[in-house]
């Protein structure tokens, strides 16, 4: 049974949600505070997270960039919070969905499921021999999910490796920002193409003089330059 730590500090919502996700077969933590989910992280470590921003003591923003130091562990930020900008910010430390206050607790329950069955499905089809793909100084195994640049292995989030894995997989190739939203984020992601933007900064950040090119008015492609294009 997978277990999902909700942290929530609205005994309506956290009532509302666990019901919900126990109906459909989930084994819940409730938890007032990130605080309180940060010390369940490190005795009982759920499976997924679901977490609101506006909290009293640590917020949601800090929590999320805590969990994502140390693990891939899926992240559903809920959020009274509308705007764009606090959407991207809350992706951009890590988190894996988002949704906005008011909600349908059925929305949610779907989109759990699809990221859990997205996580089943990389450990289904994980082989003994581990598929590598090397294009100049990166080199990815695509199983374990590891990536190194220039010899030495990097940490990424799950949506960086994501998309690096895409593109060295069709290298040279010119993907729009609409395709890499719906290839990386999913077909039922309806936040704006900066969120594509955002994740090439940080990549670029991290895998210094990646060739990771900026496509004019259209989108990315990671070059490989010992290759003819």
């Known amino acids: 049974m997978k277990h999902i730590g909700i942290v929530e500090d609205d005994t309506n919502i956290q009532n509302i949600v666990s019901a919900f996700l126990k109906k459909a077969g989930?084994?819940?933590?409730?938890?007032?505070?990130?605080?309180?989910g940060w010390k369940l992280w490190k005795k009982n470590p759920p499976d997924m997270w679901i977490l609101d921003i506006?909290?009293?003591?640590?917020?949601?923003?800090?929590?999320?960039?805590?969990?994502?130091?140390?693990?891939?562990?899926?992240?559903?930020?809920?959020?009274?919070?509308?705007?764009?900008?606090?959407?991207?910010?809350?992706?951009e430390l890590g988190g894996d969905d988002y949704l906005t206050k008011p909600f349908s607790p059925r929305e949610l329950v779907a989109r759990v499921k699809r990221l859990f069955k997205r996580l089943d499905s990389t450990v289904q089809h994980k082989q003994k021999d581990d598929h590598r793909i090397k294009v100049g100084d990166l080199l990815i195994y695509e199983h374990d999910r590891r990536l190194f640049w220039k010899g030495k292995e990097r940490e990424v989030t799950t949506k960086e490796f994501d998309l690096l894995l895409l593109l060295s997989q069709n290298v040279n190739r010119a993907f729009s920002r609409e395709e890499l939203l719906i290839k990386v984020w999913g077909e039922d992601y309806f936040g704006s193409d900066r969120a594509v933007d955002d994740l090439v900064k940080r990549i670029r950040k991290k895998?210094?003089?990646i060739p990771l090119e900026t496509v004019w008015g259209y989108g990315y492609r990671l070059r490989d330059k010992e290759e003819p294009t």
């Open 54 to 91: 506006m909290l009293p003591g640590m917020d949601g923003y800090e929590f999320c960039k805590r969990i994502r130091n140390e693990s891939d562990v899926p992240i559903i930020i809920i959020s009274a919070k509308d705007e764009e900008i606090d959407k991207i910010l809350g992706l």
């Open 26 to 36: 989930y084994h819940v933590t409730l938890l007032d505070s990130a605080e309180a």
């Open 207 to 209: 895998l210094n003089h």
